[in-house]
C-alpha cells in the first residue's frame, strides 16, 4: 500500500500549484501529482517569451503563489521558487491513471502502477488533454515527439512528420525549408484541415518541396526508421526524426471514469459543481479550466479557495467583489447573497441553476435597470446577447410598419433568444414597459449553460419554437391558435450539404431555417443549377402546399442547418383557419414563382451562387469581394487596412479563390456562429450591434482564433507604432511610407512580445466605414451581405 | 458586376466638367479682349489661369488624398471619377487661358507638360478600363506565383524526362529552364516577349530533332516535346501578366513626375507673368 494524505491534487496548473501551495502553507498533508517533469505544463508550453496576461484586471488574486502579468519565463521561475520556499510536496512523472473509493478514502493509481491513498481529490488538470500517440512499438524513442516548438531550429535532416490537420501540415511546410521531409497521411487528401492549410500542403507536394504518403499509417519505428504500412505494403523511411501531430485526447473520457458526470454529450458541457467546486462525487473537487473557468487568476483563486472548503472554512469566493460591483447600483443596494437568491425565485429558467453556475453565469452578465421607454435592443441590431427579466417587463414591438403594435413580456420571462439561435440581426425592437431589472448575458456564455443544463435547453427550444413560427410564419397569431402546430415541430439538423427536400418529392411539410441556410436548385437541361439562397429565419417547402404539387426544386444545407419541421397538415388547417396566414404563404409563393422564372434568364447565376457558397458564404453576414474586371491590382485595399490598424493588413487581395470575375480576398465575413469565438478564454470576441466581429482588448493573445477560424483570417501581431504624419514624409522623409510596413521596428519586434489576435473589424471605428472599399479607387472592392448579393445575381441586377 | 469610374455616380463628376467647360467656353465667346486678340493678360485670362492653377493643385492633391487612408471623405472611387473629368476639362479651361498665343517660353513649356500629363493620364485611364479583365482572364483563376510553380515543376519535369535522352538534348533542356526570363527589363515586361527565350527555342529544336531522328527516338522525344509546350504556354501567359501589370503601373511613372516639373513650370510662368510681363 502506498502513503496516504489528507489531500491529493492531480495537474499542477495554475489551479493545482495554487491549491498545492495553500494546502502547504496551512500545514495540510497533500501530495500534488504532476504528469510531466515540471510544473504547469499548459504554460510551459506557451510560446517562448510570450506575454501572460492577468485577466479579468478587477478579480483580485487570492493565492499564496504570486501571479501577474508578465513573461511566461519569469512567471514560471516564480512559480518553481515558491513553491520550493512553501514547500510544496510535488510529484513529477506521475500521471494518474484511475481513481477510485470514496470520500475520506480514495486510491489513485499512477502510471508506473504505484498507488496512495487521500481523503480528498482536487482534479485540476486543465483541458489541454494528452497528447494523442502513434500508439506503435517504438513510440517513445527519444528522436520521436509529438509537438513542435521552433521549426527554425531544425536543418539539414530527414524527417518524418505524421498526421494530416492543421498543425501537421504547418510543421511540414516550415520544416521543409531546411530539411528534406516526409508528410504520412492516413487518408488520400488533406481534407480535415482548413482550405488555406489545404492548398498550402498541395502546393508544396507539387512543387515537390515535400513529399506526401497518402493512405499510409505507421506500423513500428526502428532505430534508424520508421515502418509504414503503405498501399503498396510495408515500406521503411530512414529518418533522423518523427515529429507526430496526432491532436489530444481530450480529458473528458478519464474524467468520466472516475464518476464524474456530464450534463449532456455535447463537447461545451461542464460538468456539475456545487457552491463549494465538490462534483457529484463526494469528496471529489473540481477547479480551473476544466471546471469551465478558462483563465489562470480564476484557476489559482479556486485552489486556494477549494483548500480552505476542504478544511470547512465557507470562505466568500474571490469573486464576491465583481458581483458587488455589478449590483451597486440596484436601488436599496442589497447583499449578493440576497440578489441571487430574487433571481433564483423571480426567472424560472434559472431555478435549476447550482449556485455556482448562477453566480458564473452573473459574473459574465450585465445587470440592467432601465426605466419605463428605455429601449433594450433595436430591431437589426447584431448584438446577440441573451436578457432574463428579474423584474418588471418589457414591451416588443413586432410589427415594423407599426410600432404601436406591441407584446408584452413579465418577470421571469426571457427574450433575445432567436438571435442567438440563428446568428442574425435582431427581429424586433424591444423596450421597458415599466422600471425593471433585466439580466444581459453574452452568448458564449448562454451556450455554455445551455449545454451544460438540460432544463434551459428544453424551456428555450420550447418558447423559441413558438416565437420564430410567430414571427416569420404567423405574425399576429395569438400563441393558442398555433399550438396545435407548435406541438408538432420538430427541430431537425443537416450537415453540410445534406438534403432537406428533393424536386420530386411529395410536399407534407415546412421547414423553418432557424439557423445556417440553405440552396435552392432545380434539375435545368439534365443538370443541378442553383437558383437561389435562403437564409435563416425564412422558410422553405410553401410552395408544395400551396399548389398541392411534388416538390418544385431541391433544397440543400449551404452550412450546417437546423431546421423546424412544421407538420403540412396542421398547416394548412392553420391556413383555412387563418386567411391572413394563407394570404402572406400566397404571396411568398407568387414572389417565389416569379423569381424562379427570372433566375432561368440568368443561367450563370446559379454557377457565381454555388462558388460563393463553397467559399463559405452560406455563413457569412458580410463579405468582401473584388470585382476583378475592375480591380488593378495596386494593393491600395491592403494598404489602406494596414494604415488604419496598426501597420498590420487584415486582409490578403491576392490569395484566395476567383470565379468570372468574383474574386473572394482572404478576409473575414464575419459568420453568423463565428467559429473564432469557440475556444476564446477571456471571451475577447465580440460582435457589434452593427454585425462586426472584432478583437476586444481583453485578448490575451493564446491563438485559439487563429486555429479556429476556417478562413484563415486572423493572425497574432503586435501593434505597429505610429508613423510621422504623410506630409513629414513626403517632405522629410521621416519614417515608413504610406501602405509601407516599419521595417526598422518589425526586425526589432517580429519574434515573441505581446502578440494579440487582429482581425478585420470592418473599421467599425473609423468614421465612413471599411477603409479597403473607400480606398479602391476604380470601386472593384465591395462588402456585401450575402443574401442580398444572391439575390441581386440570381435576378440579374 | 457593377460600374466603371467612367458611369461612377450616373455621370455625376462629367457634369461637372460639362459645366466647367461650358463656362469657360461661354465666357471666352462673350469676351472681347482690348487689343483683339485673347490672351493669359486680360481679365478673362487671368480668370481662366487662376482656374487652371486650382485646377491642377487640386489634381495633384490627389496623390496625397490617395494616402490619406481611413479619412472619412469621399472614397478614392469619388476621387478618381472627379479627377479624370476634371482633369480632362482642364484642357479646355488653360488652352482657351493661353488665347492660342504659344511660343519658344516657359509658359508653352508648362503648357506641353500639362498636355504630356493629360495625355499620360488617359493612358492609365484606358488601361485601367481595359487591362483588368485581360488580366484575369489571362490567369485563368490562378495567381501568377501558381503559374511561375507550374513552370517550376514543368521544368523539373522536362529535365528528369531529359535524362536517357543524351546530352544535345540535356543542353536544350537545361538552357531552356534556367535561362528563361520572365519578367527581366522594363522593355521586356511592357513588351511581353523575349525575342530569344531559350524556352520557345528549345521547342522548335526538340520539334526539328524529332522530325529527324528515327522512330524510336521520335517517340521518346514527344513526352518531352508536349511538356515544353505546354511549358511555352505558361511561359506566354505569366509574361501576359507581367506585361500587363507593367502597363497597369508604366505611365504612372510618367504622370506623376511630369506633374511635378508642371508644378514647377507653371510657378515659374507665373511669377514671369508678374514681374516680367
Ligand atoms: C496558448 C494559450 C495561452 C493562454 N494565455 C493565457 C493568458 O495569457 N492569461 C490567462 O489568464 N490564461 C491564459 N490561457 C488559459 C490558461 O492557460 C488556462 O486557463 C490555465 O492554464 C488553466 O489552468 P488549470 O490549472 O485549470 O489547468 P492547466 O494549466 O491546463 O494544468 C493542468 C496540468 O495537469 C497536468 N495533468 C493533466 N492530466 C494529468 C494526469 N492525469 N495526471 C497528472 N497530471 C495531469 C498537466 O500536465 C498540466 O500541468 C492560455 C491558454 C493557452 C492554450
Ligand atoms: C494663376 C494662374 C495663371 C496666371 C496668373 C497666368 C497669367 C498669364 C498671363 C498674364 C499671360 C499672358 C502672357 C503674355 O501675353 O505674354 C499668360 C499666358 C499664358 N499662360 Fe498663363 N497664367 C496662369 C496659369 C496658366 C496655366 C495653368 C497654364 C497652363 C498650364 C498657363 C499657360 C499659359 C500659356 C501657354 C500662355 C501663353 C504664353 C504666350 O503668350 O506666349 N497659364 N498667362
Ligand atoms: C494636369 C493634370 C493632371 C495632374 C496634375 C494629375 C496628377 C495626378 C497625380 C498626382 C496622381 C496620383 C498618382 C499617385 O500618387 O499614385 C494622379 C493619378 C491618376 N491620374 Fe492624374 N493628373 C492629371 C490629369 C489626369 C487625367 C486627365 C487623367 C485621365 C483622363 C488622369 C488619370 C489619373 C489616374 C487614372 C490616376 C491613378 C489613380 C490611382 O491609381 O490611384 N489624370 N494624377
Ligand atoms: S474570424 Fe473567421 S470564424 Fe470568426 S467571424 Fe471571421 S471568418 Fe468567421
Ligand atoms: S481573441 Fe483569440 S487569441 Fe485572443 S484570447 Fe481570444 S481566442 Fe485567444
Redesign the pocket.
Known sequence: MGEHFKVAI????????SAAGHAAVTGVSHVL????DH?????????KG??????PDILPLRSDMSFAMGIREDILQTWDDEAAKHVVNVRYK????AISGSKGDFTLTLGNGDTLTCEFVIF?????G?LRKMGVEGEDREWIQYQLDDPDEYADETIVVVGAGDAAIENAVALSKQNNVVIVNRRDEFARAKQGNNSLITAAIEKGELECLYSASPLRVEDDGIILKTPQGETKVACNRVIARLGAIP?RK?VESCGIEFPSDDPAALPELSGEYESNVPGLYI?????G???????MNQ?YEVVEYIQGNHVKPADEPLLEEKFRNLPGNPPVDEVIAHIQDSVPLLAGLTTLQLREFLIDSDVHTPTKGDIVFERNDYTNSFFSIVDGGVDIQVNPDDPSVTVGLGQGAFFGEMGLLSGRRRTATVLASQPSLLIETPRRTMIKLINSVEAVKRVMDEVAVGRQIQTYIAPGIPMEELEELIHAVQVEEFDQGDVLFREGDAGDCLYLIQRGSVTVSREIGGKESVISYVAAGNYVGEMALISNAPRSATIKAAVPVEALRLDGEKFQQLMERNPSVRELMEEKYRGRMLENIESTKQPQAGGIIQFLVEQGLGEATDVLLIDEALCVRCDNCEKACAETHFGQSRLNREAGPTYESIHVPTSCRHCEHPHCMVDC??DALRRNPNGEVYVSDSC?????CERNCPYGVIHMAAPQPKKPGLLQWLLFGRGPGPGQPDAEWLAAHGKGGAKKAVKCDMCKDIEGGASCVRACPTGAALRVNPSEFFKIVSQGR | MHQSILVFRNYLYLKWALLVVAVAIGLYVLHDPAYGVANGGTWLGYGLGTIGALLIVWLMWFGIRKRRYGAASLSVEDWLSAHVYLGLALIFVATLHTGFQFGWNVHTLAYALMIFVIGSGVFGLVAYLRVPDLMTRNRGGATLDQILQDIAELDAQCRDMAMSLGDKINQIVLHAAEDTVIGGSFRQQLSGRDADCPTIAANRQLQDLAASASTAQSENLRGLIALMARKEELVRRARRDVRYKALLDVWLYIHVPISFALLAALATHIVAVFFYW
Not at chain 1, 501529482?33 to 510531466?36: K, M, P, Y
Open positions: 492531480v495537474g499542477s496548473g495554475p489551479g493545482g500549484l501529482l504532476e504528469q510531466t510544473l504547469s505544463d499548459t504554460i510551459y508550453k506557451y510560446q510570450k506575454l501572460v496576461m492577468a485577466t506521475a500521471e494518474v491513471t485540476a488538470i486543465g483541458l489541454q494528452n480529458p478519464f477547479i480551473g479550466a476544466l471546471a473557468y478558462p483563465l489562470i487568476k480564476q484557476a485552489g478564454p477571456p490575451i493573445g493564446c491563438g485559439n
